[in-house]
């Protein structure tokens, strides 16, 4: 049974700091790519940030290159998201997937998978206030 359980969204102010974890479960964790999304209301979606299992390679959108850095630790099958000098502008709710076998890429400043993403799990709050 396949799971992405994505938390650590929370409230907090201008500047400060929160660290998404998406919990992998189901698949073989070093074959894929995990990425990180975000959905605001009234917005597209905007790929995040992505990283390869297999070779750490890692990807950022440019609204969130310098501030937010993305991790793995293989042993737990588990992707973080540090993000830091969070701005109001970084609202929205925080989704993980995982992609099998091409990566991820970055497209007109924001991160996509090549092949589209395999699994999805539900997302996490980030709200920021100003």
């Known amino acids: 049974d396949v799971q992405l359980q994505a938390s650590g969204g929370g409230l907090v102010q201008a500047g400060g700091s929160l660290r998404l974890s998406c919990a992998a479960s189901?698949?073989?964790?070093?074959?894929?790519?995990i990425g990180w999304f975000r959905q605001a209301p009234g917005k597209e979606r905007e790929g995040v940030s992505c990283?390869?299992?297999?070779?750490?390679?890692?990807y950022y959108a440019d609204s969130v290159k310098g501030r937010f850095t993305i991790s793995s630790d293989n042993a737990k099958n588990t992707v973080y998201l540090q993000m830091n000098s969070l701005k109001p502008e970084d609202t929205a709710v925080y989704y993980c997937?995982?992609?099998?076998?091409?990566?991820?890429?970055?497209?007109?400043?924001?991160?996509?998978?090549?092949?589209?993403?395999?699994?999805w799990g539900q997302g996490t709050q980030v709200t920021v206030s100003s």
């Open positions: 997937a995982a992609e099998g076998g091409w990566g991820c890429t970055v497209v007109a400043g924001t991160v996509r998978p090549r092949m589209g993403y395999d699994y």
């Open positions: 189901g698949f073989t964790f070093d074959d894929y790519a």
């Open positions: 990283i390869s299992s297999s070779d750490g390679s890692t």
